[in-house]
T-cell receptor, first 116, second 110 residues
């Protein structure tokens, strides 16, 4: 079964450093997403991406965050200057059609980001 | 602010029993409703979705939707220890994205 692949599985970084989280969506999917889940809390939407541009973003997705699809297969989330409160599990997801219409998302296995 | 509420649990049921998981939502205009299962430290996995009022069955799972009451539930028949996980309710509106509830932790006791 096709999978969404995320790397690394765990990243530890110092506060103030930049991190890039990488995702390879399912190949025929057109819609891409990042969500995060702080330990013990809800899964929260960050950003959706379609046709090489951001289609929607949440209040969490401020100027320190950016996304990119650099080469037609990878989908990255960059956090420019990490803060302690950025520590969370970050999930990439993709869907063939807009997520809610009968398909939901396929989530990747996640990257656990720990900011120290 | 769209809210999705779930009882955090844990909900404990004996093996073979029916587990009933409930979810309420605040946005009356919500269009589609999803149930995800999340094992500890893992990503959410889609179980099923429902759009229309009434029941929808898929194997041991039944989703129930009552839009008038803004209520959606998931029944798991013949619960197995492997069903022990956190169950996430999520709502979706066209042009927006998923709003997840906090999840209900289910424990199926052998």
């Amino acid at each position: 079964e096709p999978e969404v692949t995320q790397t690394p599985s765990h990243q530890v970084t110092q506060m103030g450093q930049e991190v890039i989280l990488r995702c390879v969506p399912i190949s025929n999917h057109l819609y891409f997403y990042w969500y995060r889940q702080i330990l013990g809390q809800k899964v929260e939407f960050l950003v959706s991406f379609y046709n090489n541009e951001i289609s929607e973003k949440s209040e969490i997705f401020d100027d320190q965050f950016s996304v990119e699809r650099p080469d037609g297969s990878n989908f990255t989330l960059k956090i420019r200057s990490t803060k302690l409160e950025d520590s969370a599990m970050y999930f990439c997801a993709s869907s063939e059609r807009e997520g809610g219409f009968g398909y939901g998302y396929t989530f990747g296995s996640g990257t656990r980001l720990t900011v120290v | 602010q769209k809210e999705v509420e779930q009882n955090s649990g844990p909900l404990s049921v004996p093996e073979g029993a029916i587990a009933s998981l409930n979810c309420t939502y605040s946005d009356r205009g919500s269009q589609s409703f999803f149930w995800y299962r999340q094992y500890s430290g893992k990503s959410p996995e889609l179980i099923m979705f429902i759009y229309s009022n009434g029941d929808k069955e898929d194997g041991r799972f039944t989703a129930q939707l009552n839009k008038a009451s803004q209520y959606v539930s998931l029944l798991i028949r013949d619960s197995q220890p492997s069903d022990s996980a956190t169950y996430l309710c999520a709502i979706y509106n066209y042009g927006q994205n998923f709003v997840f509830g906090p999840g209900t932790r289910l424990s199926v006791l052998p």
